[in-house]
């Protein structure tokens, strides 16, 4: 306590910029900068002919879901903070060690909010729903009060829905939610819930000891990790059918050729003993392979 006072003291001598630029260090940019991908293929898959008005409507959802992530973020972590300090992975990493208080960072959470609903509603009403949707889950999943966090599977259904409006939050800048876009939006669905799986699965010791309820605690950190991996090839499987079926281009099926990488990668985390660095292993993998599939869907529906 006496040395987060005396940092508070310290940084009332700080020049505003360099505040700034301390409270901006906590905000976790490869997590917010991977989660920029999902609504540009939606809005990609909505704009149809493109115009400069188009070019700036885009920029403007993209700055909005830039500061929406950053606030999903840093409400997780503001809201974890106590366990994370705990993790001796984490802990180095922490706001809290870089000088900041929880006050500071919940202030910081909702400035972000704020921004971002203030230029998604110049989008339209529809993306502004989404994103206070969206916004609401994270605070579902994330705030101490409710902490569905600790709510084995419907913690899981949580990252569903949201995958899915995060892919609709692109869609419905150059057009209303129609049946395409709807079913589209499943497969980010997918996608996002099979990550979270994964994802509980490596964070099992840390969760176990902070007394935190989530699937691989409840059930298991292999079963976690096998319902993430089912949950994976049933989303290639998934957007094969949607190519079948002329909701995405045809060209996608190419998609399924992806399962055996997928399926290696996964070998090796379980050879390794699902270790926290085997499954960061392949975390990496995973997001290539669906970096992969996004560009394709990029290039395939702009040509079309």
Not at 48 to 55: E, I, N, R
Not at 59 to 75: E, Y
Not at 135 to 140: F, K, Q, T, V, W
Not at 169 to 188: E, K, R
């Amino acid at each position: 306590m006496t040395q987060i006072a005396g940092d508070a003291a310290s940084r009332s001598h700080l020049p505003a910029i360099q505040l700034l630029l301390r409270w901006l260090s906590c905000i976790r940019y490869d997590e917010v900068a991977a989660l920029q991908a999902t609504p540009f293929v939606g809005a990609v898959f909505s704009v149809g002919a493109l115009s400069a008005g188009h070019v700036l409507t885009g920029a403007i959802m993209m700055a909005g879901n830039l500061c929406l992530m950053a606030h999903v973020f840093v409400l997780n972590d503001w809201s974890g903070i106590f366990g994370d300090l705990k993790d001796p992975d984490r802990a180095g990493r922490t706001f809290a060690a870089k000088g900041l208080t929880r006050t500071e960072v919940g202030y910081l959470a909702g400035s972000l909010l704020v921004i971002s609903l203030l230029l998604l509603a110049l989008v339209g009403t529809g993306t502004l729903l989404i994103a206070a949707t969206i916004a609401g889950l994270s605070a579902l999943y994330s705030s101490p009060a409710l902490h569905l966090k600790a709510a084995p599977l419907f913690s899981s259904a949580l990252h569903f829905v949201g995958g899915c409006l995060h892919f609709l939050l692109g869609y419905t800048a150059f057009g209303a939610i129609d049946a395409q876009g709807v079913v589209v939006s499943c497969f980010f669905g997918l996608v996002f819930t099979a990550g979270h799986f994964t994802h509980e699965a490596r964070d099992h010791e840390v969760d176990l000891i902070n007394g935190i309820r989530t699937n691989a605690v409840a059930f298991g950190k292999t079963q976690s990790f096998v319902a993430g991996l089912m949950l994976f090839i049933s989303s290639y499987i998934y957007l094969v059918v949607l190519a079948a079926l002329g909701f995405v281009p045809i060209a996608l099926v190419l998609a399924a050729a992806l399962i055996p990488l997928h399926l290696l990668a996964s070998r090796r985390a379980m050879r390794a003993g699902l270790t926290s660095e085997s499954l960061r292993g392949l975390q990496r993998c995973y997001r290539a392979l669906f970096a992969t599939i996004g560009i394709g869907m990029i290039l395939m529906v702009a040509l079309s």
